[in-house]
Nanobody
Framework: QVQLVESGGGRVQAGTSLRLSCAAS????????MGWFRQAPGKEREFVTG????????AYADSVRGRFTISRDIAKNTVGLQMNSLKPEDTAVYYC??????????????????WGQGTQVTVSS
């Protein structure tokens, strides 16, 4: 059984940085694209960033492009999310996700095979 466990969430001031990590267990996810979604209170879960199993140029939501960076270590079965210049509107529960596909043509909740339990990120102004 695959498990994704996020860590690194917390409460920070606007303009600062935070790094999230996600560790997978149960089997290697080297064949899967990996990504991050987030869900703010009262809103639907939304795509943040994703990277294919082949690496290459990651996909980013417009709202985070230039501020967030995804990385993955296939050997360690981990994926990270470096978040810089955080804004109050980045406040949400952040979910690590593994896609069904190796290189998804699009990222949606329906394309996700495995979800982490989520980690809270709160950015205060």
């Amino acid at each position: 059984q695959v498990q994704l466990v996020e860590s690194g969430g917390g409460r920070v001031q606007a303009g600062t940085s935070l790094r999230l990590s996600c560790a997978a267990s149960g089997r290697s996810l080297s064949s899967n694209a990996m990504g991050w979604f987030r869900q703010a209170p009262g809103k639907e879960r939304e795509f943040v960033t994703g990277i294919s199993r082949f690496g290459g140029v990651p996909a980013y939501a417009d709202s985070v492009r230039g501020r967030f960076t995804i990385s993955r270590d296939i050997a360690k079965n981990t994926v990270g999310l470096q978040m810089n210049s955080l804004k109050p509107e980045d406040t949400a529960v952040y979910y690590c996700a593994a896609s069904f596909a190796a290189s998804p043509s699009s990222w949606s909740a329906g394309s996700i095979a495995y979800w982490g339990q989520g980690t809270q990120v709160t950015v205060s102004s």
